[in-house]
């Protein structure tokens, strides 16, 4: 069974601080991908990367995918009171998985005004 | 827009009670999956289906067992509902596999309480 190590598990900042989430693994994925859940919702995508060293923006959120394809980060720059959310990185293993995802533990974020 | 909807927002069942959680998904993807979700545990697979009829265990089974009769509709059964299946569980729905960037689409969940 692959695993996602995902942290912290926890993160409680002032708005406008910067943060990082780190999404580690001992297997390779063939992608990653980062969802964002609010209380009530289900987890939305945030992104997809796809190649080893990959760099991906979005707004004020930066995306990597480690060379090796077995990690990622998340970071967040001048965080905001509305970014607060569970974040949850997922791996798809290669071959045959049918999509399947491996899901690690979540990031509670809480971004204090 | 993709649309999966749960049956139920909340359920509060009896130990011992067969429960049914149904899901719903309006765009005609062949994968559907069930998860449960636990502070701390992220989200953990249950069961998975990737056509009508298939179905495959996922990660965590036991105690589970699911129905998919229709492509949109995906079904998870609990034979008899124990103290220990108290959780969120989230349904989701995405294309077949072969991209490898395929986005899984979740559905708002249902917080079941097993008393």
């Known amino acids: 069974t692959q695993l996602l190590e995902q942290s912290p598990q926890f993160l409680s900042i002032q708005e406008g601080e910067n943060l990082t989430v780190y999404c580690n693994s001992s297997?390779?994925?063939?992608?990653l991908q980062w969802y964002r859940q609010e209380p009530g919702e289900g987890p939305v995508l945030l992104v997809t990367?796809?190649?080893?060293?990959e760099v991906k923006k979005l707004k004020r959120l930066t995306f990597q995918f480690g060379d090796a394809r077995k990690d990622s980060s998340l970071h967040i720059t001048a965080a905001q009171p509305g970014d607060t959310g569970l974040y949850l990185c997922a791996g798809r293993a290669g071959g045959t998985s049918y999509g399947k995802l491996t899901f690690g533990q979540g990031t509670i974020l809480t971004v204090h005004p | 827009d993709v649309k999966v909807t749960q049956s139920s927002r909340y359920l509060v069942k009896r130990t011992g009670e067969k429960v049914f959680l149904e899901c719903v998904q309006d765009m005609d993807h062949e994968n559907m999956f069930w998860y449960r979700q636990d502070p701390g545990l992220g989200l953990r697979l249950i069961y998975f289906?990737?056509?009508?009829?298939?179905?495959e265990k996922g990660d965590i089974p036991e105690g589970y067992s699911v129905s998919r009769e229709k492509k949109e509709r995906f079904s998870l059964i609990l034979e008899s509902a124990s103290t220990n299946q108290t959780s969120m569980y989230l349904c989701?729905?995405?294309?077949?596999?072969?991209?490898?960037?395929?986005?899984?689409?979740f559905g708002p969940g249902t917080r079941l309480l097993v008393l």
């Open positions: 989701a729905s995405s294309l077949r596999a072969g991209l490898g960037k395929e986005t899984q689409y």
């Open positions: 289906s990737y056509d009508v009829k298939m179905k």
């Open positions: 990367v796809v190649t080893g060293g």
């Open positions: 297997s390779v994925f063939s992608s």
